[in-house]
Structures are given as C-alpha cells and as structure tokens.
C-alpha cells in the first residue's frame, strides 16, 4: 500500500465539514464580541460597533450642554443596554428635530448618554469615556 495516500483513506468530508463550521464559528464569536461596548463602570454589555449610525454627518460629536461641560459621543441605532428616563424635550437639543432623554446603564445606573427621538425614529448618543471595548479591564 502506498503510504501517501493513507490520509485519504481517513478523510471524511462530512466531518471536515463540522470541524469547520466549528471553527469559523469560534471566529464568528470572538469577532463578535470584540465588537460589542461596555459600561466603564459594571461591564455591563450596552450596544456593539454595527449599530454604529452617523447623524449631521459624523458618527462622533463634541457637544457642550448649557452649564458649559463638553461630551464628547458617539450616535449608536440601538443600545440595549441603556435604561431610558424621564420626559422627552427638545429644550437644547444637539440634533434639531429631536427630544431627548437621558440614557443610562440598565444595571448599575451610571449615565451613559442620551436617547433622542424624532421623526425619523430614534438613536442613542453615547458618552464616549463612559464605554469601554471587550477585553479591556
């Protein structure tokens, strides 16, 4: 028997197949979760790099509220990790058209951001200090 074709008596397709359907899947994951944001203060997962969206043309804004304090946030789709409260306003808003509310951890209640609402559905801007990346801490 020639020896070089031994590996082939052993290879089973199907079985190849599962092995790497198993393995891109791990991939898939650990993609996955590289993408998602946390709450810099509990871990909380609150929303991934997909829900990514830009309004007034940028994703990232630098934003000073009416005391003077600057934000610097980024315009996510959705985050389910946010808890929202209170009435909604358009009472000096950053995004003409829109009310907001504010937006904060589902678990731990740290502020996060603001959810703001409008004509065309809504978005979340999130406090950019106040998330951190998959892996980190």
């Given at each position: 028997?020639d020896?070089a074709?031994?590996?082939?008596?052993f290879?089973?397709?199907a079985?190849?197949?599962?092995?790497?359907t198993?393995?891109q899947?791990r991939?898939?994951?650990?993609?996955?979760?590289?993408?998602?944001?946390f709450?810099?203060?509990?871990?909380?997962?609150v929303?991934?790099?997909?829900?990514?969206?830009?309004?007034?043309?940028?994703?990232?804004h630098s934003?000073?509220n009416?005391?003077?304090?600057?934000?610097?946030i980024?315009c996510?789709r959705?985050?389910p990790?946010?808890a929202?409260?209170g009435?909604?306003?358009?009472?000096?808003?950053?995004?003409?058209?829109?009310a907001?509310?504010i937006?904060?951890?589902?678990?731990?209640g740290?502020?996060?951001?603001?959810?703001?609402e409008g004509?065309n559905?809504?978005f979340y801007?999130?406090i950019?200090r106040?998330?951190t990346?998959?892996?980190?801490?």
């Amino acid at each position: 028997m020639d020896l070089a074709l031994l590996p082939w008596l052993f290879f089973d397709p199907a079985r190849e197949s599962e092995a790497e359907t198993r393995v891109q899947t791990r991939a898939d994951r650990k993609e996955e979760l590289e993408k998602r944001l946390f709450c810099a203060a509990c871990r909380l997962p609150v929303t991934d790099q997909d829900q990514r969206i830009a309004m007034l043309g940028a994703h990232a804004h630098s934003c000073i509220n009416p005391h003077g304090l600057t934000f610097h946030i980024g315009c996510f789709r959705e985050a389910p990790g946010c808890a929202v409260a209170g009435e909604a306003t358009t009472e000096h808003t950053w995004f003409p058209g829109y009310a907001w509310r504010i937006a904060a951890c589902a678990r731990c209640g740290t502020h996060l951001g603001w959810r703001f609402e409008g004509g065309n559905g809504g978005f979340y801007g999130l406090i950019v200090r106040q998330l951190t990346f998959a892996g980190h801490g």
